[in-house]
């Protein structure tokens, strides 16, 4: 979610947003190989929409990975599908890219003025989207993930929580998980997750915030939940741009419940943003260069299906 610290600067924020909105009026897809399209969905009273991609040589009845893209708060799908740039993973992997329109310019993760309860239903938004999307595609439902940026980050935790028998794994980028989305988690399943934040993030703030953990407690608090040995793996990302004054290393839970995982990218000096991705708002802070995020993303998603955190009795 893009906000600011304790929600007092909100309208800043915005503003940032809109300027960012207009840099990435600049920007020319230049991955675009597959297949773009444009629907509408109706979901109660409200008009829906969302992009989808279609990677290059889908074949209708041959089951494909899905995997849902998040903006966050105050922007809007087409530029985050410019920004991340996930539509070329998709077309050199082999999966169908989504990215909803939020119709009230967020999600409900329960940060900020959103209600977690009676606010809007986005659980209910996005199962019926994704009912749409089975039936009119050959997705394969054991191979459904989400991702998503700030905002749209920090909601797939709410999706990982709520919808664990139908989403296989999640990614939050520069998003954390609100202490409502903790106090109402029961997955049915251990789910995988990883996570990506930069230590310089002054929006989504690293150490937390009023109403959301930090990021190294988003990590603990998974790894917990999926019931992980308390002894991660350190990874150290190759340095490989020293002008973006970033460092990265990967921390791994890799020993959890009946197969799950937990990853945690962690970016020194890294800001508001998505590693590898187009140009962003100066603002936002540094952006690391070391690692493309989508084809991250991707490396850890492929490996779990729905099967992934189940127990061998419970699949019995």
Request: zero cysteines; proline letters at 5%.
């Given at each position: 979610m893009i906000m600011w610290r304790k929600f007092e600067g909100m309208k800043t924020v915005q503003l940032i947003c809109i300027k960012m909105s207009c840099i990435m009026l600049f920007f020319v897809s230049g991955y675009a190989k597959g297949t773009q399209e444009e629907h509408t969905m109706q979901f109660g009273e409200e008009k829906t929409t969302y992009l989808l991609h279609l990677p290059k040589g889908y074949i209708q009845g041959k089951a494909y990975s899905l995997v849902?893209?998040?903006?966050?708060?105050?922007?809007?799908a087409i530029k985050h599908q410019h920004y991340c740039q996930l539509d070329a993973v998709a077309d050199k992997e082999g999966f169908i890219a989504v990215y909803p329109q939020s119709y009230h310019q967020g999600w409900n993760a329960g940060l900020g003025f959103t209600s977690y309860i009676q606010g809007h239903d986005d659980i209910a938004y996005?199962?019926?989207l994704l009912d749409t999307l089975e039936a009119a595609y050959s997705i394969d439902k054991n191979r459904i993930y989400v991702t998503g940026v700030s905002?749209?980050?920090s909601f797939t935790y709410r999706i990982a929580c709520e919808m664990s028998k139908r989403i296989a794994a999640i990614?939050?980028?520069?998003?954390?998980?609100?202490?409502s989305t903790l106090i109402y988690c029961?997955?049915?399943?251990?789910?995988?997750?990883?996570?990506?934040?930069?230590t310089k993030d002054h929006i989504m703030r690293y150490t937390g915030m009023k109403q959301a953990f930090g990021a190294e407690e988003v990590v603990r608090l998974w790894a917990l939940k999926d019931q992980c040995e308390n002894k991660p793996d350190t990874v150290f990302v190759p340095n490989t741009s020293k002008k973006d004054h970033t460092s990265s290393i990967l921390i791994k839970y890799t020993h959890c419940a009946n197969g799950s995982e937990v990853w945690f990218y962690k970016i020194y000096n890294g800001g508001h943003t998505?590693?590898?991705?187009?140009k962003a708002f100066k603002l936002m802070g540094?952006?690391?260069?070391?690692?493309?995020?989508?084809?991250?993303?991707?490396?850890?998603?492929?490996?779990?299906?729905?099967q992934t955190g189940v127990s061998m009795q419970t699949r019995k």
């Open positions: 849902v893209n998040f903006h966050g708060l105050g922007s809007a996005f199962n019926a905002l749209g980050g990614a939050s980028v520069s998003g954390l998980m609100s202490d029961t997955p049915e399943r251990s789910v995988p997750v990883m996570h990506i934040h930069g998505w590693p590898g991705a187009a540094r952006k690391s260069k070391d690692f493309n995020g989508s084809q991250a993303i991707w490396d850890f998603f492929e490996t779990f299906t729905l």
